[in-house]
């Protein structure tokens, strides 16, 4: 097909398309995120695990929070979906366009470009809303009793002490997530949809597919690509969840996670030159005195040293600590997570809501 009978790109169709489908699919699979962010963040060389798996960690965080604790900070997740999906989404529809040669078609090295550059984009929104979202889900570990931050509370004391770098912690994991991903699912759905379309090469961007065959292929490629870059988002999770700690089986807060190490005065000591570290319990060991970490300079909260830094520093001790499995997870949660979310992206886009909304006529 020659390039000359390229029609105009509906671009905002494709937005409005890409944001009720985060919409839509984030109120379904919020809770298994949650679920997925908890077991990502245990740090299994701390002593007993505080979940022994997804579903434990799901029957646990239930009990704990009840139903609507389950959806802790999904209103800043929702929030900033709808302009991260429509980024994602319609950037890799417009970069397919742009990138198609003279014959109409896309090589697959081009529509690997196409989303990797999509993945890109969308890490401007992703990358706080992601960093919100993880402390969030976390902070209900710590206490279900007395006042909860906000995610507006939050994000303006970060910014008040950190500036909008603040904001943007653990910003190239995100990028090397996001970009991953993209690179693999995008082309991938692209070539599982042809597979089901009796009309290939009939749209200069993406051929057309039953609904149903849009779903099947979202749910595929985008499961497949999550357990591809797995490893990595174990690793944005440490990096934006420095600071947080861990509730220990008992109830109060004690073992520290791993996003620090921390140590804390002794009740009973006077000395305030002696440290009191945290045995596996939580509990102070060894005297008592002023918390500190073991690198911790004078001056700084004890809560906000990092125990990662940066991503060849986590790496390094997630390996040597935990093992390799330990970059998998909450595997199985993020297929849970990310399939039926790209499946019901998908299929958003099939069935042109955005377009009936617009009034756009879709017709060939």
Same mark, same amino acid.
């Given at each position: 097909m020659a390039l000359e009978k390229k029609t105009q790109f509906p671009l905002f169709s494709k937005i409005l398309n890409g944001g009720i489908a985060g919409i839509v699919g984030v109120s379904i699979v919020y809770p298994i995120d949650l679920v997925k962010t908890r077991l990502q963040n245990q740090n299994s060389s701390t002593g007993e695990k505080q979940?022994?798996?997804?579903?434990?960690?799901?029957?646990?965080?239930?009990?704990?929070?009840?139903?609507?604790?389950?959806?802790? %900070?999904s209103a800043v997740n929702i929030l900033l979906v709808t302009p991260e999906k429509a980024i994602k989404l319609t950037a890799n529809d417009a970069f397919r366009y742009v990138l198609l040669n003279k014959q109409g078609k896309l090589t697959l090295p081009r529509e690997m470009?196409?989303?990797?550059?999509?993945?890109?984009?969308?890490?401007? =929104?992703?990358?706080?809303?992601?960093?919100?979202?993880?402390?969030m889900q976390l902070s209900a570990q710590q206490s279900t009793s007395g006042p909860r931050t906000s995610a507006l509370r939050l994000a303006?004391?970060?910014?008040?002490?950190? #500036?909008?770098?603040? @904001?943007?912690?653990?910003?190239?994991?995100?990028?090397?997530?996001?970009v991953s991903f993209s690179i693999i699912y995008f082309p @991938?759905?692209?070539?599982?949809?042809?597979? %089901?379309?009796?009309?290939?090469?009939?749209?200069?961007?993406?051929?057309?597919?039953?609904?149903?065959?849009?779903? =099947?292929?979202?749910?595929?490629?985008? +499961?497949?690509?999550?357990?591809?870059?797995?490893?990595?988002?174990?690793?944005?999770?440490?990096?934006?969840?420095?600071?947080?700690?861990?509730?220990?089986?008992? %109830?109060?807060?004690?073992?520290? +996670? *791993?996003?620090?190490?921390?140590?804390?005065?002794?009740?009973q000591s006077r000395d305030p030159h002696k440290l009191a570290f945290l045995n596996a319990s939580g509990e102070a060991k060894?005297? %008592? #005195?002023?918390?500190?970490?073991?690198?911790?300079?004078?001056? =700084?909260?004890?809560?906000? =040293?990092?125990?990662?830094?940066?991503?060849?520093?986590?790496?390094?001790?997630?390996?040597?600590?935990? #093992?390799?499995?330990?970059?998998?997870? #909450?595997?199985?949660?993020?297929?849970?997570?990310?399939? *039926?979310?790209?499946g019901i992206a998908q299929t958003v886009y099939y069935l042109g809501v955005g377009e009936y909304l617009l009034g756009v006529n879709t017709s060939k």
């Open positions: 979940y022994k798996n997804m579903l434990d960690c799901f029957k646990k965080s239930y009990r704990a929070s009840g139903y609507l604790g389950m959806y802790r %900070g470009i196409a989303g990797g550059t999509a993945g890109l984009c969308q890490t401007v =929104i992703t990358t706080p809303m992601e960093l919100l979202k993880i402390k303006t004391d970060l910014i008040s002490s950190q #500036g909008l770098r603040g @904001l943007y912690r653990g910003c190239l994991s995100t990028i090397m997530r996001d @991938l759905f692209a070539h599982l949809k042809a597979l %089901g379309s009796n009309q290939q090469g009939t749209d200069l961007v993406t051929c057309e597919a039953p609904f149903y065959w849009s779903f =099947i292929s979202g749910c595929a490629a985008g +499961g497949f690509a999550a357990v591809a870059v797995n490893p990595i988002d174990v690793v944005k999770t440490r990096l934006q969840a420095q600071g947080q700690s861990k509730e220990v089986p008992g %109830g109060g807060k004690g073992t520290p +996670g *791993p996003s620090s190490v921390l140590m804390k005065p002794h009740s060894g005297g %008592g #005195g002023v918390a500190r970490s073991l690198h911790q300079p004078s001056g =700084i909260p004890a809560a906000e =040293i990092p125990r990662y830094h940066g991503i060849g520093d986590a790496v390094m001790k997630i390996m040597s600590e935990e #093992g390799y499995r330990a970059f998998f997870k #909450g595997g199985g949660c993020r297929v849970l997570v990310i399939a *039926p979310l790209f």
